[in-house]
């Protein structure tokens, strides 16, 4: 059946296959109109489809072999997920490979599936558009490094706008098959290949980071790199932490490296090579960090193929509706009560925004606490009791896009406090946050406390919120429509927490709205 004959209204399931240079990848998504897609399964094998490429033209037989196997056992996954149509494209082992036709001859033939080979520059644009859309704040420049197997592509970005790409021969495989002979590699081949990287560099990349632009870094190598320095910054690298690393890492004979906690064993060989690439690339672009993100090509990929179904989606320089869009997606898995989440999280934010002279936070606490809002019960699909920390458990294991793994921990961490106990010092979802994390969740969680018992009675009786924030007091001004005695009950009874958090007592007072007429009724009377 191909996607084009599905009606609109009903989900559909699409698969994209990543050939790289040293990983195959799968992904499977459920596709609804409206909605961000959600991924249902996905899968990675490290075939090394650029082992000898790079320097004789021709895949090897046993990489060939290798992908093949993978292949085969993805279109299997694809396929028992009901897959319409898989959307397979090949990177820069299969751009260089001169007998190329012949292997995706055979690809077709074994598992249905038909691979496009991208170029260089289309490879730039589609990580750009996967990194871009995960992000939770697309302003200003942006300097994107993706360090693949064969090669390396650099993009800037200017509001969520791509102005300029650039493809690079400088890959982990790449590298590590051109320079790195020795065991460990030895000071002359690293510094061979620091210098043929520059001058690579100075040949293809023409644009630097401007004042104030940020470097945001993407793909296995970056990752692996992230993992093994394990910093406190919330995924950030610094070029500093990254150059002791790679030099720590190339004292080490390969054996020791496979031995490495946290660094995967088959990327042992490459690791050095990767990481001195990014090295000179953040020199050359004067990049001091980078923002680490897991998303990349298969994301982009994705993306296109969902378009293609004729499927709009919002684009990156809307990330506040890919927040929103993926949080509510959450929250419909799990079959929350949507009019009440959706109520929370309205007074959340307006909550949020009137306390905001005390506790000082920006716009992105204001939209971690909103998608927190819209997912804080989606425990309640395992059981009520302890719902809250069944629904940390799950937000923490999720993916939402358009938010880093240190603001989805944040959220859980939200999630978890929004009911029962405050904070305690050996509780999980606290010993990850660092402290000025702490701080920060300390006032959404008590926001999110109040905001909830605001809708106690899920009728929804609030209509409008006003803050007035007094020295010794924070006095809330409902507007409501009908008897919001619960309401009132409910936030003064889990108002503790906010009294501790802010250090100021809260107040509430009712207001309740007339009803339409009853202003001019009133009127008539009093002329009567």
Request: hydrophobic share 40%; with cysteine.
């Amino acid at each position: 059946m191909e996607l084009s004959t599905v009606p609109r209204h009903a989900p559909v399931h699409v698969g994209v296959m990543d050939l790289g240079s040293n990983s195959v990848r799968l992904v499977v998504a459920e596709v609804i109109p409206g909605m961000p897609p959600r991924v249902v399964a996905e899968e990675r094998e490290p075939v090394r489809l650029g082992e000898a490429v790079f320097h004789t033209g021709m895949l090897s037989p046993a990489a060939s072999e290798r992908t093949l196997t993978a292949l085969k056992r993805f279109a299997s996954v694809a396929r028992a997920r009901n897959v319409a149509r898989i959307h397979a494209r090949g990177t820069c082992a299969l751009r260089e490979a001169e007998d190329r036709g012949a292997f995706l001859e055979r690809v077709k033939a074994e598992t249905g599936v038909e691979v496009h080979v991208l170029t260089g520059q289309e490879e730039a644009r589609l990580i750009a558009r996967g990194v871009l859309t995960g992000l939770p704040d697309v302003s200003g420049e942006l300097i994107l490094i993706d360090v693949g197997g064969g090669s390396v592509e650099v993009t800037r970005t200017r509001e969520g706008t791509i102005t300029d790409v650039a493809s690079l021969k400088l890959g982990a495989v790449r590298l590590s098959e051109m320079f790195l002979r020795s065991d460990p590699p030895a000071p002359a081949e690293m510094e061979l290949l620091r210098q043929h990287a520059r001058t690579t560099l100075r040949n293809v990349v023409q644009f630097q980071q401007s004042p104030g632009g940020r470097g945001v870094g993407s793909a296995g190598t970056v990752n692996a790199l992230m993992q093994l320095i394990q910093t406190n910054r919330d995924d950030e690298l610094t070029l500093e932490d990254l150059q002791e690393k790679v030099e720590w890492l190339a004292r080490m004979p390969l054996s020791r490296r496979r031995q490495v906690p946290q660094l995967e064993s088959k990327r042992a060989d490459i690791i050095v090579a990767g990481g001195l690439a990014l090295i000179e690339v953040m020199k050359h672009v004067g990049v001091k960090s980078l923002t680490v993100t897991r998303r990349g090509l298969k994301e982009g990929l994705l993306l296109d193929a969902v378009e293609s179904l004729g499927v709009a989606l919002p684009s990156a320089t809307e990330p506040e509706r890919i927040r929103v869009d993926g949080a509510m997606m959450l929250a419909r898995r799990f079959g929350v009560d949507e009019a009440h989440s959706t109520q929370v999280a309205a007074l959340a934010c307006s909550l949020f925004v009137g306390t905001r002279p005390i506790h000082r936070l920006g716009d992105d606490a204001r939209s971690e606490l909103e998608a927190a809002a819209l997912v804080h019960d989606i425990g309640q699909y395992v059981a009520f009791d302890k719902h809250h920390r069944h629904g940390a458990y799950l937000l923490a294991h999720s993916t939402l896009p358009g938010f880093s793994d240190g603001a989805r921990a944040r959220m859980a961490a939200m999630v978890r406090y929004h009911r029962k106990r405050t904070p305690q010092r050996d509780d999980p979802e606290w010993m990850t946050l660092s402290k000025g994390d702490r701080d920060r969740v300390l006032y959404q969680s008590a926001l999110l406390r109040v905001a909830d018992a605001l809708d106690r009675s899920h009728h929804h009786v609030v209509k409008d919120v006003t803050v007035e924030v007094g020295k010794k007091e924070v006095h809330i001004r409902l507007l409501t429509v009908g008897n919001a005695e619960m309401e009132v009950w409910a936030a003064t009874e889990k108002a503790d927490m906010f009294h501790d958090v802010f250090g100021r007592t809260l107040r509430i007072s009712v207001e309740e709205a007339r009803a339409p007429g009853a202003r001019s009724r009133e009127k008539a009377r009093k002329r009567a």
